[in-house]
Nanobody
């Protein structure tokens, strides 16, 4: 079992930056992909980006490419989502998830989410 806890959400203005964290516990993430997803009110959950824990490879949705960066801290079992040049359309609940396989993990484990609100 993997437990995931997100943190770092909040209210920011257009153009600001924000860093989200996803702390993992329960077992090693070797061989796992960790992804970030978001869900805005009335919309379906969408993929934001992901990182392969073992090798550090990353993937991003086109909508965030160049603005968001995912990284991992192996010593702290943490995955971060650095968001910059935020836009109102980035407003959503952000979730992290973990699953085996890469580049398309089977996301079996999910965090509870953290709210990000970007005001115009």
């Amino acid at each position: 079992q993997v437990q995931l806890v997100e943190s770092g959400g909040g209210l920011v203005q257009t153009g600001d930056s924000l860093r989200l964290s996803c702390a993992a516990s329960g077992r090693t993430l070797n061989g796992y992909g960790v992804g970030w997803f978001r869900q805005a009110p009335g919309k379906e959950r969408e993929f934001v980006g992901s990182i392969y824990w073992s090798g550090g490879s990353t993937r991003y949705a086109d909508s965030v490419k160049g603005r968001f960066t995912i990284s991992r801290d192996i010593g702290k079992d943490t995955v971060s989502l650095q968001m910059s040049s935020l836009k109102p359309e980035d407003t959503a609940v952000y979730f992290c998830a973990a699953g085996r396989a890469w580049p398309v993990p089977q996301y079996d484990y999910w965090g509870q989410g953290t709210q990000v609100t970007v005001s115009s």
